[in-house]
């Protein structure tokens, strides 16, 4: 199957690396083409090491880290707004 859709996957976490580290690994492992995925964490202010689990495991992924605990909904709005792929029509 060819796939033409690129994708950016938004994922705002608060001290929760375990269960991070097995989505991106469970993402990372599907089938989908992963040059057409984009993966975002925002990560809201952990303090479990979080962020730097993901730097060190998954150099690959982008990861924002807010200094200051916003909670999800302005997690995914940022992370939204780092998004590379501008669809335009």
Same mark, same amino acid.
């Given at each position: 199957?060819?796939?033409?859709?690129?994708? &950016?996957?938004?994922?705002? @976490?608060?001290?929760?690396?375990?269960?991070?580290?097995? #989505? #991106?690994? &469970?993402?990372? !492992? &599907? =089938?989908?083409?992963?040059?057409?995925? =984009?993966?975002?964490?925002? /990560? /809201?202010?952990? @303090? /479990?090491? @979080?962020?730097?689990?993901?730097?060190?495991?998954?150099?690959?992924?982008?990861?924002?880290?807010?200094?200051?605990?916003?909670?999800?909904? !302005?997690?995914?709005?940022?992370?939204?707004?780092? !998004?590379? =792929?501008?669809?335009?029509?």
């Amino acid at each position: 199957m060819k796939i033409n859709s690129s994708v &950016s996957i938004v994922i705002p @976490t608060h001290n929760r690396k375990e269960k991070l580290v097995r #989505l #991106l690994n &469970s993402i990372k !492992a &599907s =089938e989908y083409p992963q040059e057409k995925i =984009e993966v975002i964490v925002v /990560d /809201d202010a952990s @303090t /479990d090491g @979080t962020f730097e689990i993901v730097r060190r495991l998954l150099p690959g992924i982008k990861i924002l880290r807010n200094e200051k605990e916003k909670f999800p909904s !302005a997690c995914r709005n940022l992370g939204i707004k780092k !998004a590379v =792929e501008i669809i335009s029509f």
